[in-house]
């Protein structure tokens, strides 16, 4: 069993590093940020991932003049929230580096229909159980 489990972490372990290699990615020590290739930077002559501004934080990306994204080292690195986002003033006066969907951004429809509905299964739900000890 406890050779079986060797095995594995071996094998995932390897099947890592040849996802890395195949990637770009230099695992090791850089001097520059271009040895490790798109999508990281090198820190301290090791590459680190990029700051994912649009995913994570839904922050726009800044742009080099030539069109290519900066890798941003921390999210101070990122751009404006994404329209339709906004942080969010926290209880320290600094506002969130992750932008939230604006309340103005969320479809009234949604607003409008839910409190309804609510209702109206509240009361047949009360109803039923009137009814059903009757």
Not at 45 to 70: A, D, H, K, W
Not at 72 to 98: H, L, M, P, W
Request: aromatic share 12%; proline share 4%.
């Amino acid at each position: 069993m406890q050779f079986l489990r060797y095995a594995i972490l071996s094998i995932s372990f390897l099947i890592l590093c040849q996802m890395t290699s195949t990637q770009g990615i230099q695992v090791g020590r850089c001097y520059e940020d271009r040895e490790c290739g798109v999508g990281f930077y090198c820190s301290s002559n090791l590459c680190e991932t990029c700051v994912p501004c649009e995913s994570i934080f839904n922050r726009q990306s800044l742009m080099y003049s030539s069109g290519e994204p900066v890798c941003a080292k921390s999210v101070a690195n990122c751009g404006q929230c994404f329209k339709g986002f906004q942080s969010i003033a926290r209880s320290d006066g600094q506002f969130t580096e992750k932008c939230f969907p604006s309340v103005q951004s969320i479809p009234s429809s949604t607003t409008s229909t839910a409190a309804p509905a609510a209702s109206v299964m509240f009361l047949l739900c009360f109803f039923g159980r009137i009814i059903n000890q009757s």
